[in-house]
Each structure stands twice: as structure tokens, then as C-alpha cells.
């Protein structure tokens, strides 16, 4: 499987705080990309971070990639009750597919 | 502008039945997927096509369908529905084939296999 782990499975948080969730993945990328989905719901499309890019800012989230690790991570800052959904990091190899991780489940407690 | 839409949004099939997911897109997006969603896997690549009339398999084809006869219909068919396609499905889209704009999903099928 050319599928990416997320790290931890699952993690819980106060409001207010920050959160980390790790990606990595086995094969050389073109892109990943970091995705939210909200329970019931469809994946949404966060931020895409090339592969020759090191670190990616939009709003309240920032992501990191080192290919030389084959890993990524996510930082939500100063997290929101709305921030609770699960995250998935997607890779895009060279046939041009989106490979998902196994996600990682964020609980925001207000 | 309704994104991707797919239809039904539940759906229970006795083993052996036969039905068809359908997926549609409004935004004139080249490349569209057909994803399965299992807890602790994560999204796994059904089929893809890269336009209307090109499909090709992805990492689990095995029991599904597909065909793109229009730019905006990527329907998904189980031909004869197994217990171990009890899943939740999921269609997407994006602009072009080189997958440096993100993908639109819809919000997914359940489909339970009795």
C-alpha cells in the first residue's frame, strides 16, 4: 500500500492550545496535501505543500515537510471547539494520485 | 454550483445484488476518483479517470465498475455486492490531472452489504 500513517491516531485537547499531528509516508512525492473531515461529512482540502517546499502558512495552520524523512506535520494554533474532525495528509505520486493516510482524530474541548 | 454531489446517501444490499453509485460534478473538473473509507484505513483508491471516456484502476478495483461517458458523471457500479464492500464511498474531483489543485469531495455513500 502506498498509504501514509498519521501520528497520533488520536488526540485531545483544551481550547485555546495547539495541535500537532504527524504524517509520514513511503514513497517520493510530487505534493501533500493536509485534509479535514468532519464527522458525516466529506474530506475538505486544507493546504498543499510542494515537494520542494520546507514550511507552508495559511491562517492558524502550518505545515512543515522534510522528504529526506518521508514526513510532514500539521500545527493548528490556538485550536476552536470547530477545530474537532479527523485530519488525513494525501500524498500525490507520479501517476498523479491522491494516496490518504489512516488520519488522525482531533477532539477540541471547550 | 453544487461541488460534487453523490447519490444515494445510504444504501443496504443483500449479497449478490448488483446496484450503482452515482457522482456528478458541476465545475467542469478533468480528473475524478472513486475512494472506499474503512475505519483505521483511511481513503483507498477505487478507480480514477483522467477524463471522459479514460478510466484505470487504482489500489482496490477488485468488484467495481466504472465508465465516464460525460465530463460530469463518474458512476460506480458493484456488480455482484459482497459483505466486504460494506464501506463508506466516497467520489472526488479536481481541475486537471497534475494534482496541484485540491480535490472536492462529496459527502459520500453508506452502503451496508447484508
Known amino acids: 500500500s502506498q498509504q501514509g500513517e498519521e501520528d497520533p491516531q488520536a488526540l485531545s485537547i483544551q481550547e485555546g492550545e495547539n495541535a500537532t499531528m504527524n504524517c509520514s509516508y513511503k514513497?517520493?512525492?510530487?505534493?501533500l496535501q493536509w485534509y479535514r473531515q468532519n464527522s458525516g461529512r466529506g474530506l475538505v482540502h486544507l493546504i498543499l505543500?510542494?515537494?520542494?517546499?520546507r514550511e507552508k502558512h495559511s491562517g492558524r495552520l502550518r505545515v512543515t515537510l522534510d522528504t529526506s524523512k518521508k514526513s510532514s506535520s500539521l500545527l493548528i494554533t490556538a485550536s476552536r471547539a470547530a477545530d474537532t474532525a479527523s485530519y488525513f495528509c494525501?500524498?500525490?505520486?507520479?501517476?498523479?494520485?491522491?494516496?490518504f493516510g489512516t488520519g488522525t482524530r482531533l477532539t477540541v474541548i471547550p | 454550483n453544487a461541488g460534487v454531489t453523490q447519490t444515494p446517501k445510504f444504501q443496504v444490499l443483500k449479497t449478490g445484488q448488483s446496484m450503482t453509485l452515482q457522482c456528478a460534478q458541476d465545475?467542469?473538473?478533468?480528473?475524478m476518483s472513486w475512494y472506499r473509507q474503512d475505519p483505521g484505513m483511511g481513503l483507498r483508491l477505487i478507480h480514477y479517470?483522467?477524463?471522459?471516456?479514460?478510466?484505470d484502476q487504482g489500489e482496490v478495483p477488485n468488484g467495481y465498475n466504472v465508465s465516464r461517458s460525460t465530463t460530469e458523471d463518474f458512476p460506480l457500479r458493484l456488480l455482484s455486492a459482497a459483505p466486504s464492500q460494506t464501506s463508506v464511498y466516497f467520489c472526488?474531483?479536481?481541475?486537471?490531472?497534475?494534482?496541484?489543485?485540491?480535490?472536492?469531495f462529496g459527502d459520500g455513500t453508506r452502503l451496508s452489504i447484508l
Open positions: 505543500i510542494r515537494s520542494n517546499e
Open positions: 472526488a474531483s479536481r481541475q486537471s490531472i497534475g494534482g496541484r489543485q485540491p480535490q472536492h
Open positions: 465545475m467542469n473538473h478533468e480528473y
Open positions: 479517470s483522467v477524463g471522459a471516456g479514460i478510466t
Open positions: 514513497t517520493s512525492i510530487n505534493n
Open positions: 494525501a500524498t500525490l505520486t507520479g501517476a498523479n494520485n491522491l494516496f
